[in-house]
């Protein structure tokens, strides 16, 4: 009893710390960090609006209980993003509360800095944190790429301007006309206009194959489907559908990078083309018969950089998908893998076939770390809003990576946050990142960080 009692004072101070300072998380939209704890999101409303000293106590306190009731919310399921949940918190407590609360709780609320969608520490919190993340670096990379590709377009569609403009078709009567404003055209012999300015020499310096190749350049890179512009007339009004990149298996992902690798090669190939044209650069005799050849085996990793990632998530209990993970990793794809463990213990069945992911499931990480080129990182799901910036560099890896996250099933005698903890701080599942481009050795790759007390066996503490 004695021990049983000291288990739970030691297990009752995690689940304290994490209520106010690491959960609900915010899953924030738009530019900074992609995820904020909420104390961090009121605190900074508190210091915006509250007035230091007594003068500024009933606001503070009133916002602080509304902080505990969405945490409550959260903590009971209610899902929504921040303000969602702050109006509900706000109904909630107002009916038993004063003209006053109401005002000090409107005020809080426009001085939030943040919004998104509020998670609690519970069976799906791997999955949500991570597919957040992974989706805001996406759109990030997306933004870039679509910047790129429409001042390519934007330019090789002035290349086709100006040279239509020195065309005879542009210099007929007709046209000249029609470039003209209503009010003026009477003013004007456009015949005698076109006669004149016919008379300045060639007109269209462009050979006819040069106009194909720059059309043929504009029309791949306006249906392209890796980085559609939004509104825009491209893959998705010619009715095709835009690639998406996030899957539940590693065979789907795999086939799909496949099929698509034509593809790539083929907006590679159209975007030094494009390049070339807009230089100026372009030179037939050599550039024809390299881009010739080029195709899908031409595709490097380095290549891949550009385009988006592929994103898939697997439960502890997809047995046939684990097999074939570290041949997945080790395939050259952009994959990134998120892996929840759900049991650490759970035992495989004798002469079941299946690859037994349970007590193995915690030696994951660590074995593909073997693999060298491939960016790991393993946590527990109470840890994951401290490791954020680590998440966020392994989505960002020019490479494949895992992520191996352990959040127990919900619905246990203790909650998830607990059993998370306690993974982390026995050593059942110890918190670690290997990250090949951080140095050329394993002391500067393998960081321990967030780890209770690293640098002993086990970590003491003095409970009061």
């Not at 954020?388 to 191996?404: C, K, Q, V």
Request: proline share 4%; with cysteine; net charge neutral.
């Amino acid at each position: 009893p004695a021990g049983a009692a000291l288990m739970l004072a030691f297990m009752e101070r995690y689940l304290l710390e994490a209520l106010r300072y690491n959960f609900p998380v915010i899953l924030a939209h738009g530019n900074g960090d992609f995820a904020h704890a909420l104390s961090d999101a009121v605190d900074a409303t508190l210091r915006a609006v509250a007035t230091p000293g007594v003068s500024g106590e009933s606001l503070r306190r009133r916002a602080l209980k509304i902080e505990r009731e969405i945490r409550r919310l959260a903590a009971h399921g209610t899902r929504g993003t921040l303000l969602q949940l702050w109006d509900q918190a706000v109904a909630a407590l107002g009916a038993s509360a004063d003209a006053a609360f109401a005002r000090d709780a409107g005020r809080a609320r426009e001085s939030l800095a943040i919004d998104g969608e509020v998670a609690h520490c519970d069976a799906s919190l791997p999955a949500r944190f991570v597919r957040h993340a992974w989706r805001a670096v996406q759109q990030q990379k997306a933004r870039a790429a679509r910047v790129r590709i429409e001042q390519l377009v934007i330019r090789l569609e002035n290349i086709l301007r100006a040279d239509f403009a020195r065309s005879e078709a542009a210099l007929a009567a007709p046209a000249l006309q029609a470039s003209f404003g209503s009010a003026h055209r009477g003013m004007f012999d456009f015949r005698a206009m076109s006669q004149l300015l016919s008379r300045g020499g060639s007109h269209g310096v462009f050979r006819l194959p040069r106009r194909r190749r720059i059309e043929d350049v504009l029309a791949v890179l306006k249906a392209q489907r890796f980085f559609p512009a939004a509104g825009s007339a491209g893959a998705a009004a010619a009715g095709e559908e835009v690639h998406e990149f996030e899957f539940d298996s590693i065979d789907a992902a795999l086939e799909a990078f496949r099929r698509r690798l034509p593809d790539v090669a083929q907006l590679l190939k159209t975007l030094q083309v494009a390049d070339l044209e807009v230089a100026g650069d372009y030179a037939e005799k050599q550039h024809d018969t390299i881009f010739a050849t080029f195709d899908e085996t031409s595709v490097g990793a380095q290549d891949l950089e550009f385009f988006p990632d592929y994103f898939v998530c697997l439960a502890s209990d997809g047995a046939g998908e684990h097999g074939r993970l570290t041949e997945a990793l080790s395939s050259g794809v952009p994959l990134k893998v998120l892996v929840q463990v759900t049991d650490l213990v759970e035992e495989g069945t004798l002469g079941a076939g299946r690859f037994a992911f349970g007590l193995r499931a915690s030696r994951l990480a660590s074995a593909t770390m073997s693999l060298d080129d491939v960016f790991v990182l393993q946590s527990v799901a109470s840890n994951l809003l401290q490791v954020r910036d680590r998440i966020e560099r392994g989505l960002r890896y020019a490479g494949p990576a895992l992520f191996s996250v352990y959040a127990p099933a919900d619905g246990g005698v203790l909650p998830g946050y607990l059993q998370a903890a306690a993974a982390m701080q026995s050593r059942a599942f110890p918190v670690f990142t290997y990250d090949p481009a951080a140095g050329p050795d394993l002391a500067a790759r393998l960081s321990l960080e967030n780890n209770p007390q690293p640098s002993v066996d086990w970590p003491i503490d003095r409970l009061r």
